[in-house]
């Protein structure tokens, strides 16, 4: 894993109303990433950006939905979330990334 992938590997953090609840119950956060993302490479990710140590990573796959637009039908993009558990005593800051 070099560093050029580490850094492309996470796209975003969720921030919504789900996602602050499950960060303020389980101590975990929650990231877009990008979507051919493998566990191992998410957990370096995290620790190479955020300098914390990761106990684990759970992933989830979620389809676009379907929309309409008047007559015309689209669909939103597929994605892919990460949702990472931080150790006992780790603590992540957005305002301090590399």
Request: aromatic share 8%; proline share 2%; no cysteine.
């Amino acid at each position: 894993m070099n560093a050029e992938r580490l850094l492309q590997v996470i796209l975003a953090p969720i921030v919504t109303e789900k996602s602050t609840f499950v960060a303020e119950k389980n101590q975990q956060i929650a990231f877009r990433v990008v979507a051919d993302a493998t566990k191992p490479e998410i957990k370096a990710a995290v620790e190479l950006l955020f300098k914390v140590e990761v106990d684990s990573v759970q992933v989830l796959n979620q389809k676009g939905k379907q929309k309409r637009f008047g007559r015309f039908v689209g669909r939103r993009r597929n994605e892919r979330k990460a949702y990472v558990s931080l150790k006992e005593g780790q603590e992540l800051d957005f305002t301090e990334v590399n």
